[in-house]
């Protein structure tokens, strides 16, 4: 991830990762469409809580990620019936096996842990299978997205 102050943040970083999460998923839906179609499948993109909340200078990130969840309700309606399209939103996944998490970490959410990349691929699996489901987000953050926190 980029992470530059908005007015240190060159046109070629935004484009670059504006390019690789954003116009990534666009690209492989417009070149997969047609079989995708055909064989009635399914898209599942992945974004971010940073579509929905943010921390400073991820202005490129953050972008991508809500463009992701764009993208992806206004492919349903595009691709639908014949591809269903739907994303997962991760919350803190951790992905390093060798990090050293504290029970602060994990009890933040009220889940009462940290994700993992399990997690992830269960909901990409659920959606896979979940018929019905369309043009929807499914936000994987261990709750930390309904918690209210206040300075004590």
């Known amino acids: 991830m980029v992470r530059k102050p908005v007015t240190e943040l060159t046109l070629e970083d ?5 390019g690789t999460n954003l116009t990534g998923a666009f690209l492989t839906a ?8 055909a064989n009635r499948g399914s898209i599942v ?11 400073p200078d991820t202005e490129a990130y953050a972008a991508s990620k809500g463009g992701i969840v764009a993208l992806t309700h206004a492919l349903a309606l595009s691709l639908g019936p014949e591809v269903r399209v739907n994303v997962v939103s991760p919350g803190w996944i951790n992905v390093d096996p060798d990090a050293v998490l504290n029970e ?10 940290v994700g993992t990349p399990r997690d992830v691929a269960d909901a990409v699996t659920w959606l896979l299978s979940a018929g019905f489901a369309t043009g929807t987000e499914v936000v994987l953050d261990g709750g930390m997205t309904r918690k209210m926190i206040y300075v004590e």
Not at 14 to 18: A, G, M, S, Y
Not at 30 to 37: P, T, V
Not at 45 to 55: D, L, Q, Y
């Open 14 to 18: 935004w484009n670059r990762v504006i």
């Open 30 to 37: 417009k070149h997969c469409a047609h079989l995708l179609r």
């Open 45 to 55: 993109n992945i974004a971010s809580t940073r579509a929905h909340m943010s921390e």
């Open 104 to 113: 602060a970490d994990h009890a933040q959410h009220p889940a009462g842990r």
